[in-house]
């Protein structure tokens, strides 16, 4: 299964699916490079696996999702690997894995939303940035709860995909209002809460998002609003950025654009927001906090060597 | 099984106490035809629950529930509870006594006597009551009463409350006389009789050292009684009511050697007992603020909305309804446009389009088509079918034609006007005394505000006042001074000088502006003569008391203005007071005169102020005319010099 | 005269009399105009005597009995009531001998008196006006006599309040308890005094009685005020200044410039006895230590060779001007402001009763803005109560909470409104105590905190904590807790002196808490405030 | 409900709370706890999974009854966990956890499911409860022993209302130095006099002020130390109404904020809104305005709530029994004493 291949799969998936995530599109076409490949060793197989995920990253999909995704699937291929001894059935356990695996994820989402709902009272108003899947449901479950609520969503430039947000919240029924991704501040002091989706949960506790959440985060922390965080477990990624900068490249832009040569004039997909930002992380293993607020230096230290975050028990646990 | 429980683990001195169910009254008409008063919903919940619940969290481990009326009912609700092991079956037995032949509040306690259930103390509960009291402080206070006066019969619990206050019923006004060990001394529901008069035995006064009366206080209608209340009824047959029973105890204490206490509950202790429509108001109102608490309206069995409505399973609130301070039931189904306020509607009411209802409260079952108006005080049985837009005012509805039926008093074949009060006329207008003893509570609120506004100008402090000093409350407060010295002057004849004295050194105490005085001053004067006896000699006395205090108003009417004050004066008493004699203006006025106080210039003036249409200009009128023409002729015989 | 005559013989009235009556009194004015107003002045005199019997009528028909003569009687007239008087009101020797006293002074200064009224007698009748004016005068002094000697008397019998309160019994009672024990309760009370708050003025009840009569020699008025500020039944600010001011004028009424003395000059000292009086009652406001300035400011500025009467009325008006300038006026200018920006819909939370704030909104209820109040309160004061009766007879919907729950509704507040007692140099914002945590809450659910603040309150003081200068507010006050029937176990402080109660009487609250100070001049941040005391400072000078 | 009899013993338990035989919540722990034990020991139950049954209808049923009751659900969640464990080790099986990587890899064989029934289960988990009594009556004593590492000579320290636990703790720091305490007295319910007098009473030099002088004197102030009702998920606090001013008024003169906790009164809840009807509940006004203040009462609502809610950033310290944790570390100590699944029940 070459490369044009799997990129045409796994570019079908998002599109004809609205409501499966990056993250869930690139596991499923894993799989299908499983199903396909011809490979006769574990090694060829996960070379096979590691080109697939190339070829899906240099898509113009997000990579933070893709990468954590297949990042956790491969662990759990090369576990398999471990306790079986031919390869026919090891790849068999891998496939079934693999969709337990998937059906755990579309679970996942559910109990997210399950949670959250809670948080939504009658007669609040609520921030959203850009479109979130679970955001979406959440809000769409709270509506049914017949609790009455409003919604503002952020334009979130360069895609506008809050558009379409505030199309699907519409037709909901619930009462939406599109601004400007200026107008934050504007808009932040009558606002009670705020809540977002997340690309990626890194492990500080801090989320890699659509540009413009830490321009909200922040915000929000000056009018002392809460920040809710509502994002599926599989996007825990090991990664501890210190800040914007040292925020992966993939991460940030698109590979065309990463391919043409100067990205200081580009703009970036996403930004860093720090765990002290957030109130609460809406997983679903369950409400994290994030850590308490890495101001200080040695706090940072202390963290990142014992591995002390919740976040990141969540992936020790998984290693 | 449970009761056994329960059985089980108190065996010694178990507290009781007896919860009558029936009021024999039909205060509650018509709803009361078909509901007993124990199963009247409450925020969706049965009365007697709340009441169960009180006694057992109050720490009573055995009641008996004693009803005459609507039997089965009670006890099948009673059984299901314990059934579904409400709270209170828990630490409480309950059993439900059963005797159709009682008629009254004094039958009932006699039967129990009879059955003789009750051993020691135990607390007596009128149909109705709601509180959070904890009762064992109470008991034990009654017991230690008992210990030193062994002919203690009964304390009576009292709530503290405000006059006007939210849940005083002016059915109810109290008045109570104790001694110092709370010890009942007079005891008398004002009620709603007209006369403000009341009188009390001279002996409460001469025989106790100290006494203190209350009239800020609400019967809950709860009684801690010794095991001597029930002999006591049996032996006497007149007592009907609890009421019966304190007075005839106070009337003749030494004969039946026993006495009556009673208890204030202060703080946060709350009770109330809802025996008419107005104090269902009233404790739903006290519930819904939590007065009551912990006794809350169950939030299980109700939604909460925006101010203050409640509505009950099942029941839908469309966009365009306009609720406030309104009860639903459950499965209520509401129109387009209807509006409710300060009312309640019971379970499974159909209610049609732009209907209004006000200060009402309609049965179960009830059907409202389209466009009707139920409002002031209305009340409707359950099953009542009202046609497109009825309007309903102040009155009674009953689904079944009842038997006093007029013509007229049909209003759809299932709605017929009910008469119970035979000077009750429908459509007469609400006036203050109605909206007083009215069914309910017909909100009025600027009566309350101003009473509050004196309530505090009373107080005469002048904190933070943001009007100019000397502020109004202190002429106020001078004007009663003046009065209580002028009085006082008179009673034991004071030299005026002295009076006068007072009165100057009262004025700087309160610095009060040199026409303010003046005008006061006539006042008082004015209003300690016309204080006379309306005798034969009535001018005779009038005249006295003026020249007595002639000095006085000398001293103070000296000049133009002052004249005009006193005039003011006059016109201000003439005014106020309408029992004013008709001739008494011209007569002071004369008087005035002939003194030369006032001068006629100043009354011409004076009188050219007044409004032609006044019954003073009236009264005034001859007496200036008179002045006129004798200026006139005295004009003349100047020229005939 | 024969006016008085035929009134006397008039009873029941036929026309035939009353006419020629008329007639003759008519023709009486007619002949005698000179001497009219004299007959005037004189039963404005005779007011104590006359009615004393038919002898006064008499002689003060005597038309031609002397001025002199006149006013000897009378004064022994006087003597008499006095004495009268005194009997009356039994009090203690101690009393008696210092109400001698008043009267010897007094009658030094009836002398003076005589003299002065001889020139004016030598002068035109247009200065027997004035004349009239100064007996007007001397009357009130006579009285005011009666009334300390009265008053004193109260005081031995029951020591505070002046002024009626609801319940003296209790009041008696309870001064009575105090009064046994005196000596050791005081050591006591020193022993109690927290370190941190030893050196600020601490309101003793036990001592209230004997404040007020180590000093004599107060105007009346003073007096009065002095014990009001003791027991705080004037309270705020604003109306602790407005009584002063009330109280100064009616000194300035009454004032008698001894021979030989400038008005104003002599005022200063009266005055000086009197504010000594007063802080010892209860530290100055910084409000009335304004007023007070202002006062003396313009005082001085009066050129002193116009007759007492004109300065007087000078005197007078400057106090109203300021009166109506600086609190009436300002107080709308604010209320204007405030009422900007108060809108539909919007949720005010206030704290404790403040005569201008209650005045912004009632105002602003007026104007037809649809508004609820939250009217936050905190014992031991309960002032709030007050300010929630006062809004709600205004027709007002509030709602009514402890400090305590200023959390729980500050999320639905759209605004808070504060009172001040004072703005400092330093932004600082003093006022009632816990006025400061109020804001402190809004801040944390970052709502718009407005302080309403006349500029006349504003001070050049410095200040960071709310130690440096305070109050000390009576402990006992702590320890009653209301509603309850058993005593709160604080009410036996006294016996263990490692309890105390402490009840400060105010705050400061830090700028940053605050968005924006209200003054009539404008609304501005709090750290401007010397700025705006800059301009005062110009534009008094 | 069918089985009455069986849920009565919760029942009575509820009952107590509500009739005030039962109030600090130490009494309710105990009682819970034995009322556990007997559950246990007594109960006719095959496997672990219907004894853990039995004990969430019981907790659903506070929760019902008592919303605001967190101790006694607490007490059960950690027995549940308790259970859990014994059965583990007992049947030597994992616990399938929550990582993604034990989803996956568990097989249908070594699922537990905490049925099967095993032989000396109860004896074992009523071992692990009284140890875990053992705990809860020593643990106030534990907390007051670490007084001396919070309280040095001569400070000032302040504290709101009336707290057993708290009164212990500064009584055993004035066994060996001499301090300052400032009482809030804690309107409407003033048991800071009574606190006050007690501290006075051994020889703590106390002084009360009212809510509104906390400001005033937090100046002055070095440590606040509070007892709580309940401490939430997110390091948050559920207490006594006006503590979260206090607590605003500390972090605003950086003075720090100290909880003494047991470990009971951790709950694994978050709130949404302090105001949220489950979280916080209003009683009588008469605290605040007694009823006979007259007609005007009509007029106006007035708010008497018990808790407040304090948020994480404002305390300084939790010290329970185990010792000091920072509020980011409550997460930690959830996770110790309850099982992920116990969380919302």
Known sequence: MDGAKVREFFCKIIREDEDVSVGVAAIRTLMEIIKHSKSETVQELETNLKDGINVMKNTDYPVAAINSGCELFLRFITLAALDTRCFSDCKKIMLDRGHLFIKKLDEARGKIVRLASKFIEDGSKVLTHSRSRVVLQTLRKAHKQNKRFEVFVTISAPDNSGKQMCKELQAEGIPCTLILDSAVGYIMEQVHFIMVGAEGVVESGGIVNKVGSYTMAVCAKEMKKPFYVLTESFKFSRLFPLGQQDLPEEYKFKSSVRKSSDLKKVHPLVDYTPPAYITLLFTDLGILTPSAPLSTYKNIIWKSIMNMTPIQDVLIMDH | MLRKESQMVHKENIVQAIVLTDTFDDEFLPISEHLPHALLPVFNRPLIDYTLEFLSLGGIEETFLFSSAHVEAVKRYVNKCIENGEGWTLTMKVNVMVSESCRSFGDCLRDLDAKGVLRGEFVLLEPGTVSNVDLLPLLKKHNITTKSDKGCAMTLILQESAIRGIGRCPHEELLVATDSHSKLLFYKKLGSSKDNKLEFPLEIFLDNASVSLHHNLNDTHMAICSSSVLPLFSDNFDFQTKDDFVRGLLMNEEILGSTVYCHILKGNQFAGSITNWRMYQALSYELRNNWVHPLIPSTKRNRKLKNDVFIGEGTKISETAELNDAVLGDDVALGKNVRIEDSFVFSNTKIGDNVVITHSIIGEHCTIQSGSEITSGSILENGCVLEKDTFVKNSLLVAKIPDNYENGDKLADKAYRLRIFPDEDDNISINELDRKLSRLDIGDFNYESDEIEDAFSDSGDEQLSYTQTPPPDDTKLFYTEVIDSLTRGLEDKLPCDNLILEINSSRYAYNVILKEVNFNIVKAVLILSLRQPETTQYFGNLSRVLTYFAPVLKNYIRNESAMKDCLEAIQDVAVSSESLHEKCVTFILQYFYHKDYISEDAILNWFSTLTTSSKLYKQVKPFTDWLKEAEEESGEEESEQ | MDKMKSKASTDGSTKKEKKNKRKQSKDSQDDVKPISNEVSCEDNKNELVDEKNDSTKNDATAQKLSEKELRRLEWEKKLQSQKGDKEVTTISNTKTTQQQKQLSEKELRKLEWEKKLQEQKAGDTANSALSKAELKAKRREQQEAQRQAKLAAEKAKKPPSTTPTKDTAKEVSKVEKKTVPKKETKKIIDLHRVQLVQHLYAEMPQKQDSKLLVYNNIHPAFVKLGSQYLNKTILGSNARTLALMAALKRLIYDIQTPPKQELCRYLENVLQTCTNFLQNCRPFAVSMVNALRNFKLHSTQIDTNLIDSEKKARLQDIIDVYINDDIYKAGDAISLKVNEKISDGDVILIYGCSSLLKKILVDAHKDGKKFKVIVADCRPLLEGKEMLRRLVVAGIKCTYIFLNGASYVMNSVTKVLLGAHALLTNGYVMSRIGTAQIALVAKAYNKPVLVCCETYKFSERVQTDSFVYNEIGDPDLLSKTPGTEDPSPLSKWKENNKLTPLNLLYDVTPPDFVTAVVTEIAILPCTSVPVVLRINAIDTT | ?345
């Not at chain 4, 095959?46 to 039995?54: D, G, H, R, T, V």
């Not at chain 4, 009823?291 to 009462?297: K, V």
Request: glycine content about 4%.
């Open chain 4, 1 to 345: 409900m069918p089985d009455v009899e069986n849920l009565l013993d919760i029942r009575r338990l509820i009952s107590d709370i509500q009739h005030k035989k039962l109030v600090r919540s130490y009494d309710i722990a105990l009682r819970t706890e034995e009322l556990l034990e007997e559950l246990i020991s007594k109960g006719q139950w095959k496997s672990a999974k219907e004894l853990m049954n039995l004990v969430k209808t019981r907790i659903q049923l506070v929760r019902e009854n008592l919303p605001q009751e967190a101790t006694a659900p607490n007490i059960m969640r950690h027995t549940l966990k308790v259970i859990r464990e014994e059965y583990q080790s007992a049947s030597k099986k994992k616990d399938e956890g929550q990582s993604l990587h034990e989803l996956v890899t568990a097989t249908p064989s070594n699922v537990l499911d905490y049925s099967d029934s095993l032989i000396d289960l109860r004896s074992s988990i009523v071992d692990h409860l009284t140890e875990y009594k053992v705990e809860l009556e020593s643990s106030s004593e534990n907390i007051a022993a670490q007084a001396l590492e919070h309280i040095h000579t001569n400070e000032i320290i302040l504290t709101v209302g009336k707290s057993k636990t708290v009164e212990k703790f500064l009584k055993r720091a004035a066994k060996d130095r001499t301090f300052n305490v400032i009482v809030v007295e804690g309107a409407p319910l003033y048991d800071g006099h009574t606190m006050a007098a007690s501290l006075a009473k051994s020889n703590i030099q106390t002084t009360v002020i009212a809510d509104s002088a906390v400001f005033a004197m937090m100046s002055r102030v070095n440590k606040v130390i509070i007892g709580t009702h309940t401490v939430l998920a997110n390091g948050g606090l559920r207490a006594a109404s006006g503590i979260h001013a206090v607590a605003l008024a500390a972090k605003h003169y950086s003075v720090p904020v100290m909880v003494l906790s047991h470990m009971y009164k951790f709950s694994p809840t978050y709130v949404g809104s302090p105001n949220h009807e489950a979280f916080n509940v209003c009683v009588s006004p008469a605290g605040v305005i007694p009823y006979a203040t007259g007609p005007i009462l009509k007029q106006i609502e007035v708010y008497n709530p018990v808790y407040d809610y304090v948020p994480p950033e404002l305390v300084t310290l939790f010290i329970s029994h185990q010792g000091g944790n920072s509020p980011s570390y409550v997460y930690r100590l959830l996770s110790e004493l309850y099982h992920q699944d116990d969380y919302d029940l």
